[in-house]
């Protein structure tokens, strides 16, 4: 099936960095989300994304829905072991009842 | 509010055998989704119903695979009979879908984890 092509595919990063990653698409959406997933668990929600140009965030997280309404930003401040995991991009067009996901960002925080 | 409840967590069958997941969402969600998850990859889905009516079985492999949600709520999940490559994770979502933007927000359960042998 399709998905959306999601950078970098992984990252190494010293504690107290800060991360960005992105997600693009070759079709308008009109929703974007972003989620984390644990080992051994199913994905979290972080940030849900409806408007073009919209910036949202959630703690020492950011994300947002880019003007061409074809790609998503997701960054990390100050990244803190804890924010080890796989990032997860997904997409949804107006007219569509279907979500498009990326194939994922692995993080990993070096202490 | 309580999430999205699934179960078994975990089962390991033998090839050919079969296997059934259980799924219920959020209270008061109209839209429920199946998805795998195979190791190493973004989540697929496999089939989409709003209320009790399916609205993308695509991707389901409907030799095999089968889903229901007779009352609108709850759902199963069936494979019968398993094969090796359907090791996965098997998550299922929902989400609100009440005319909103925001409804369209999906939020998944823990996932059901596959091994066949």
């Known amino acids: 099936g399709q998905q959306l092509n999601q950078s970098p595919q992984s990252m190494f990063i010293q504690e107290g960095e800060d991360v960005s990653m992105n997600c693009t698409s070759s079709s308008i959406f009109n929703t974007w989300l972003w989620y984390k997933q644990d080992p051994g668990e199913g994905p979290v929600l972080l940030i849900a994304l409806y408007k073009a140009g919209e910036l949202t965030s959630n703690g020492r997280l950011t994300a947002q829905f880019g003007i061409t309404r074809k790609d998503s930003f997701l960054n990390i401040s100050a990244s803190i072991p804890s924010d080890v995991g796989i990032y997860f991009c997904a997409g949804r067009s107006s007219g569509t009842y279907k979500y498009i996901f990326g194939t994922g960002t692995r993080l990993k925080v070096l202490a | 509010e309580a999430g999205v409840a699934q179960s078994p967590r975990y089962k390991i069958i033998e090839k050919r055998q079969s296997v059934a997941f259980w799924c219920n969402p959020i209270s008061g969600h109209a839209t429920l989704y199946w998805y795998q998850q195979i190791l190493g990859q973004g989540p697929k889905l496999l089939i989409q119903?709003?209320?009790?009516?399916?609205?993308?079985d695509s991707q389901l492999p409907k030799d095999r695979f089968s889903a229901e949600r007779l009352k609108g709520v709850d759902s199963t999940l069936k494979i019968q009979p398993a094969k090796l490559e359907d090791s996965a994770v098997y998550l299922c979502?929902?989400?609100?879908?009440?005319?909103?933007?925001?409804?369209?927000?999906?939020?998944f359960g823990e996932g059901s984890w596959l091994t066949v042998v």
């Open positions: 979502a929902s989400s609100l879908d009440r005319g909103s933007t925001s409804g369209n927000t999906i939020y």
């Open positions: 119903f709003q209320n009790n009516g399916v609205v993308d």
